[in-house]
């Protein structure tokens, strides 16, 4: 008898499931009042779906229905009473809003944020920083304009934005904003609630004096690049002392014009802070309203600013949004939340376990295995070498 203990009473799925299963879900449907009009296709099963189409790498309709059908007395684990047809499926995602989706994501957030504090960020500038950055994802069809020149025939295919700001200290999002490709980075700002004391990062994609005052005003810090044909007037140096390391250029005041919402004339005290890299043998130059950090952290905080583009490869190499299963912006945005959500969940549990495995080789096992009947935890701690054929080791050695 085969005594191993990798294998548990349910299914890889329904392991992931529990971690969001109906009576976690409850309030925000309450809360949402999801299933108001919707008779066939409620909330959990609409929800359960879509994480399996995720999980899966599903790229159709069909695939997700098929695959669940064939799957059918593995369900039970699930709670779902029943597989959707395609039709209604496809009616659930142009139908219901993608906001229950999104409030799903936050709730499950708020649930396990502490899973993903990190020892290694002590100071506490970090623990109120903010990342700021923008991902397009391209679509199939012309839903949504996207950016730049038409091709030979005239024809583009439509594009999504996710405006997305993460917590530094969990690398997680705590709020996202969809628009089309081609709209401005800028018109996320009325959006933005952003704490008091807290730090944002962002790129030159974001620059507008008009919003950095607003920032000052509201005792909120960022860090941010300068643009290379920027016109501003040197007020003051800071003295660049022995203590300061010597890739730190200059540290300045300057004064930067520009004008208003109401089209008036108007002036901003910035600092502006030139750094040498060595590695790239070039300058950059960055701007914040910050006067009391030493130069050097100013620069280490935009540095940090890299962490939203892993973020942004590590959602797109592990779930396959290359394929949307919807032909309308609602199930875009259904199938990128549950993504999220997906994202959210198994980094929990690769945290959770320890695992020693990369996070890519943890969520494709977990994808090639889904509705097997292995531990979570087996996988998470699959640490074993690969022993190649003596024969097929000496061809190595030989070449």
């Known amino acids: 008898m085969n005594k191993s203990t990798n294998f548990v009473g349910q299914h890889i799925f329904s392991q992931i499931i529990s971690l969001c299963k109906r009576d976690v879900l409850h309030p925000v449907i309450k809360d949402c009042n999801a299933n108001r009009y919707y008779k066939k296709l409620k909330a959990y099963e609409h929800f359960i779906t879509m994480m399996y189409a995720v999980l899966s790498r599903s790229t159709s309709l069909r695939e997700i229905v098929m695959g669940l059908t064939l799957a059918e007395g593995k369900l039970k684990h699930l709670n779902m009473d029943y597989v959707p047809p395609k039709s209604t499926l496809a009616d659930g995602n142009k139908l219901r809003p993608s906001k229950f989706f999104e409030r799903v994501y936050h709730h499950l957030y708020g649930l396990y944020k502490p899973s993903f504090s990190d020892s290694t960020i002590n100071k506490e500038v970090l623990k109120n920083l903010f990342l700021l950055d923008a991902s397009t994802f391209s679509l199939f069809k012309a839903i949504l304009k996207t950016s730049g020149r038409n091709s030979m025939n005239g024809k583009k295919k439509g594009g999504i934005k996710k405006n997305t700001v993460i917590h530094a200290q969990s690398l997680m999002p705590t709020f996202v904003r969809f628009s089309a490709a081609s709209a401005n980075d ?20 974001y620059t507008d004096y008009s919003q950095y005052r607003y920032f000052t005003e509201k005792h909120i810090y960022f860090v941010t690049r300068q643009k290379q044909n920027a016109k501003y007037k040197s007020l003051s140096e800071f003295g660049l002392t022995d203590k300061v390391p010597d890739s730190i250029l200059k540290d300045e ?31 950059f130059e960055y701007l914040t309203n910050n006067l009391e950090l030493e130069a050097i952290q100013i620069t280490n ?8 583009e892993l973020f942004f490869k590590k959602l797109k190499q592990n779930f396959n949004l290359d394929y949307f299963v919807g032909d309308n912006q609602n199930a875009i945005e259904i199938q990128i939340w549950c993504a999220l959500i997906a994202l959210l969940l198994l980094s929990v549990l690769h945290q ?6 990369a996070f890519s080789n943890f969520v ?35 070449s």
Not at 260 to 280: K, M, T
């Open 352 to 357: 959770q376990h320890q695992s020693k495995i």
């Open 186 to 205: 800028q018109t996320i700002y009325p959006h933005l609630n952003l704490p008091e004391n807290s730090f944002v990062v962002f790129d030159k994609g």
């Open 301 to 308: 905080i935009y540095r940090f600013r890299w962490k939203i």
């Open 364 to 398: 494709h096992l977990i994808g090639l295995h889904l509705l097997n009947y292995l531990s979570i935890e087996a996988i998470a701690r699959y640490s074993a070498k690969i022993k190649l054929n003596p024969l097929i080791n000496n061809l190595f050695n030989s």
């Open 253 to 283: 005041l300057i004064e930067v014009s520009y004008k208003d919402p109401n089209q008036q004339p108007s002036n901003l005290v910035l600092r502006r802070v030139a750094y040498w890299d060595v590695n790239g043998n070039r300058v």
